[in-house]
């Protein structure tokens, strides 16, 4: 079986219009900088977005996009012919609902509309020899787009990969949550404190390319991966974290590793008060059935919940971050659950490699966790 590295990646969010950007603003965010950054972000409504302005929706989808995808291969110094050897893996929740919304107020043809649109635009861009594929698993879309490729790369199957995850604000997708009460009313993300009051959104475009061997010698290799499902609620996680508790063991079995071996788990953590309980829960009973513990670090206060895409966007961040020797503290934590033995990471801590696991949740029961090391 061939192995499965990240050889270059892009990311284009609140924190910046390309990878470096984000990772400098994202290095200098603090508690005490955190209301100025969320200030000069959210211009009205409490929504991470990215700070660019474009002439309409569909400008704006093609134009990041195209971005994040060229980016992304130059960043693995990928030739044309390579280009062409690239599966493309599409991940969403929202697909192109922000530029379905103008088209239908704007009583505008919608013939541009949909998968096939985006498929043989992305197909062609690249030039890519194959069709796409599309993974719609609400919060874990990307992430399970990122397992799908791999799974394929290590049985032989393909030879690289480009997963791209991406969520541009559009207001069925605000409104829904809203409507959910799930919405910060304050516009603090206060993630596993339990005085949070609600997640907030946030829009991002990333793309990661998959090879079976190494471009630099910090690249990350993906190590194990495991699913789980919740069939508790559509829109809510079982308060126990019986699932969440299987996917985050399942994966560290299957890695062959012990909980001692992780530099950190990096938490799904959304902010509402049931899924920050039942992962929460689930996390704790992992510690105390195993009799060890590892850091807990948590980034959506810096970027917002981005929904599908928030598995290649978090992936991004953490990696980049431990290849410049930082592991992130938690921004805004404050109030620890009761009975619970552990907090996130407080403060931030110099490291030289890493082995993480990341952790996502999404609606329907979804559960997805992934081991990446860069570590020898």
């Known amino acids: 079986m061939h192995k499965t590295f990240i050889t270059g990646s892009s990311i284009i969010c609140a924190l910046g219009n390309n990878k470096f950007e984000c990772i400098k603003t994202f290095e200098n965010i603090n508690d005490e900088t955190y209301k100025d950054y969320l200030h000069n972000n959210f211009e009205g409504l409490n929504y991470y977005r990215i700070k660019r302005s474009f002439d309409s929706q569909k400008d704006k989808f093609y134009s990041l996009l195209s971005q994040v995808v060229l980016d992304a291969i130059e960043d693995a110094k990928l030739s044309k012919d390579e280009q062409k050897e690239l599966h493309i893996f599409l991940a969403s929740t ?95 993300y206060k993630p596993f404190d339990k005085d949070s009051d609600g997640l907030i959104l946030g829009e991002a475009c990333s793309a990661i390319i998959l090879e079976t061997s190494k471009k630099n010698t910090d690249d990350f290799e993906i190590i194990s991966y495991a699913n789980s499902f919740d069939d508790h609620s559509i829109t809510s996680s079982n308060p126990t974290g019986e699932a969440t508790l299987l996917c985050l063991e399942n994966t560290i079995k299957n890695a062959n590793l012990e909980i001692k071996d992780l530099t950190c788990i990096k938490a799904h953590a959304t902010g509402s008060e049931n899924s920050n309980l039942s992962e929460v829960t689930a996390l704790d009973s992992l510690f ?89």
């Open 94 to 188: 929202s697909n192109s609902i922000s530029i379905l919304e103008e088209s239908f107020l704007n009583k505008n043809s919608l013939d541009f509309i949909g998968f096939k649109n985006i498929t043989k635009y992305l197909e062609d861009l690249i030039c890519s020899n194959y069709q796409s594929t599309i993974i719609h698993t609400a919060c874990t879309s990307s992430t399970n787009a990122i397992i799908k490729a791999s799974k394929q790369i290590k049985n032989n199957q393909i030879k690289k990969a480009i997963v791209i995850g991406f969520e541009f604000f559009n207001q069925s997708t605000y409104k829904g949550f809203e409507s959910l009460m799930l919405l910060s009313p304050s516009g603090e």
């Open 288 to 376: 105390k059935k195993q009799n060890q513990k590892c850091d807990i670090v948590i980034l959506k206060p810096y970027i917002g919940h981005t929904l599908g895409a928030c598995g290649s966007n978090e992936i991004i961040l953490l990696c980049e971050s431990i290849k410049n020797g930082t592991l992130p503290k938690t921004i805004n934590f404050k109030n620890i659950y009761e009975n619970v033995n552990f907090t996130p990471l407080l403060q931030s801590k110099k490291v030289n490699k890493g082995t993480v696991l990341f952790h996502f949740v999404g609606f329907g029961g979804s559960n997805a966790s992934i081991i990446l090391s860069n570590k020898s």
